[in-house]
């Protein structure tokens, strides 16, 4: 299929009423990325937590959803919103009439030769109204006629599956005044070409949808400067990704494993004798905000041993032991440097001399919180540990250990 392109350059405006600044902002806030949560978990998030969903995946059913959510405050409110999963077309229609709304993001799931409507609506009244469309299973040359026709941009393109045929859905609004940007959007394209589009346009993308075959349909900006990142990985890879670059995950693909995250505030220097670059750790778990919370399966987190999220060791309680847990911090300087714990910067690790048996004992760091690798620190002086006759592995550092068979007595095992 031919690749339709359209590219309409604008000045750029910056007004109140914009459309939503969670796609667009770098300022910093608390996000979650949540997977396979069901109604009532999503509702305890949104309800407890003070945030709101900025995208939403659906995978069948009330106990297959994910959602990407932002802290409803500051630049990023939005009242009223509301958000309802697997409505019929009448119940959805009734619904924008009710709340005087406008679809957000849309997700259409077919089932049974029915659809079913899950979306995320705000106001669209005062300083939030638009001139805005909706459209569902149409091809890509109706899409071309009505984005002429309204004088829109796309807000949400989705591909979905209709019995043996992917079809798309797609959301827009009216390309003008204090929503008007440069902007441009395609079908059926390969990551090369993704990349070629968002050089030549100077843009970043908003929306991904993948269309299988290792092809996508897209929407990109005009970029305002703003850090980004798109990855085609599975949700594990997204955070993974946005924890080491210190982003924002704001659209997320479960089911098909697309992302696009923003810079979620200034980004940090991540090097010797800078601040060590964001990343926790939670056994069998993944950190969000701060957070230990549980995995979609029963394997390590994102990034596997050395990422945030995975790996073992030996983190002291509370941190990192538990869903809900803090999450402790992971050493995320470059290869050759280790984080010192106590100043949180990088420092030099040198291969001798240092950290081994008999050796003197390093600073202490997220690898090595004893200062010492696989030994113990004893008056600044790294010692055999763990063994009989051996000085007890951890001290004062972590909780004492001996090998199998061995007590701790005395600071030695026995």
Known sequence: MATFVLMIVMTFVTHVAAQDLATSS???????????VGLDELGKIINEKG?????????????????????????????????YINLSLADLEAKLTEHKARIQDLEILVSGGKSYYSVILVSNTGAQAKAWWWYRNVPPFYIDAMVAKNKARIIDLDTYQNGSTSSRSVVMIANTGSDAKGWAYYFNITPAQISS??????????????RGGGKYDVVMEQTEGQGWLWSPGDDRELIKLAYENNARIFHAEKWQNAGIMLANGPSPKCGPGDNCCPGHFCPNGTCINGKCHKNTSGSGGPGGGGGPGGGGGNNPPPCGTKVDAKCCPKDQCKKGFACNEGTQKCYAVSTSGCGGVGQPCCPPSSTTPGGCNL??????????????????????VTSTFCGAGFTCSGGTCQ
Do not use: F, H
């Open 375 to 396: 030994a113990a620190c004893v008056a600044g002086v790294c010692q055999p540990c763990g063994g009989k006759g051996q000085v007890c592995c951890g001290g004062g």
């Open 51 to 83: 945030m709101r969903i900025v995208d939403l995946a659906v995978g069948g059913g009330s106990a297959g959803l994910s959602a990407v959510l932002v802290k409803n405050q500051g630049v990023y409110a939005k009242n009223p919103w509301w958000w």
């Open 26 to 36: 770098t300022t910093p806030t608390d996000w979650e990325y949540v997977v396979n």
């Open 197 to 210: 589009y968002i050089n030549q346009n100077k843009a970043r993308l908003t929306n991904v949808a993948p």
